[in-house]
């Protein structure tokens, strides 16, 4: 596996030192509050269950089956598969492993109506590739229009468990 990966963007140290300033920037706009957090299957698992380990206060968790890729490609159409948690009258941060086009988010604020709030938290933002016109609370770190592997993110199912975020050779995916 490793050796199709192009070249590391983010080291797992690089990851904890992520996720420990967006913990922090958490624990301050939320004293006070207890929120939901809901992370987006299936990339966002590694993430947001690190995340949450920096975030000192009062938390629940959910997760919310959304899809919208085959293999490298954006379907276009964004499926929520089964259970949706209930939002009313919380304070809800969605949290997302990537952002590129926008879609998927911008789908889901429609479904967020009944929450006390709605704040989005990505770990990765691929501005380049933005198609809809989202917002977007807390950002772990722009990237740049490559093909990323690792940490939750996938090509067509592997490459989830390395424990870094890499670059995926070309001659793997084309």
Known sequence: MKNDIKEILFTKEDLNAICDRLGKEITKDYAGKQPLFIGLLNGAVFFMTDLIRHVDLKCSIDFLKVSSYEGTHSTGN??????FPDVKGKDVIIVEDIIDTGKTLYELKNLMKEAN????????DKKEARQFDVHVD???????KKFVVGYGFDYNEVYRNLP???VLKEEVYM
Request: aromatic share 12%; net charge positive.
């Open 78 to 83: 964004v499926r929520v598969d089964g259970h």
């Open 138 to 144: 807390y950002v772990g770190s722009v990237v740049p």
């Open 117 to 124: 709030s709605y704040k989005v938290c990505v770990l990765l």
């Open 164 to 166: 870094y975020i890499g």
